[in-house]
């Protein structure tokens, strides 16, 4: 089926660092989401972006949370700077349309911010 | 508030056996219920999911029961093998919405 790839697959990094995770999503998708998970418990929605913009995002992304998509390169969520709280596992997920089309999950970015 | 409720956290079945995960939510402006399946170390990958016009969609072994009066659904995994043992999310959204909403998860475990 379609791929999301998600790189790195694990990064490490001491608070209050940068850290960029990148999504190289399904190619002909047209919409973008971040997620967070810890522990292997609930999947928190993050952001939603397409067209450029962000469409909707929750209480979890902070300020400090950027993310964009520079010329269909790749789809990419940036922590400036990162907090311990920020220590979890990010996925990426991309569905050609919004609402009822599936979205396809990449493997996710375990992040440990020291 | 939770808006999509998984009632078990766990759930422990024997090789061969019907597994049923409950779900319930409280949006009735949710009209389309994926349920998601995730193995440790990997990203939630689309089981099955169902419209809200429907009451029972199949594939396989999987098959969901949906009530909409009562807002609940649930999975049921018939003939359940070890292979099954995995978490398993029941998520939901409505035609315009930008995310999709996920409950907490039910860890499987098939016992052989």
């Known amino acids: 089926g379609p791929k999301v790839l998600q790189i790195p697959s694990h990064q490490i990094i001491d608070m209050g660092q940068m850290v960029t995770l990148n999504c190289d999503p399904v190619?002909?998708?047209?919409?973008f989401y971040w997620y967070k998970q810890i522990l292997g418990q609930q999947m928190e929605f993050l952001v939603n972006f397409y067209n450029g913009k962000v469409m909707e995002k929750s209480k979890l992304f902070k300020d400090q949370f950027s993310v964009e998509r520079p010329d269909g390169s790749y789809f990419t969520l940036k922590i400036q700077p990162t907090a311990l709280e920020d220590s979890a596992v990010y996925f990426c997920?991309?569905?050609?349309?919004?609402?009822?089309?599936?979205?396809?999950f990449g493997p996710g970015t375990r992040l440990l911010v020291l | 508030q939770q808006q999509v409720r998984q009632s078990s956290q766990s759930l422990t079945v024997w090789e061969g056996e019907t597994a049923i995960l409950n779900c319930s939510y409280e949006n009735s402006a949710f009209d389309y219920f994926p349920w998601y399946q995730q193995f440790p170390g990997e990203g939630p990958a689309l089981l099955i999911a169902?419209?809200?016009?429907?009451d029972k969609k199949e594939d396989g072994r999987f098959t969901i029961f949906f009530n909409k009066r009562e807002k609940n659904l649930s999975l049921h995994i018939k003939d359940s093998q070890p292979g099954d043992s995995a978490t398993y999310f029941c998520?939901?959204?409505?035609?315009?919405?930008?995310?999709?909403?996920f409950g907490k998860g039910t860890h499987l475990h098939v016992l052989p």
């Open positions: 997920a991309s569905s050609p349309r919004q609402g009822q089309d599936t979205q396809y």
């Open positions: 190619s002909n998708h047209l919409y």
């Open positions: 169902i419209r809200s016009v429907s």
């Open positions: 998520a939901a959204s409505d035609t315009n919405a930008y995310k999709v909403i």
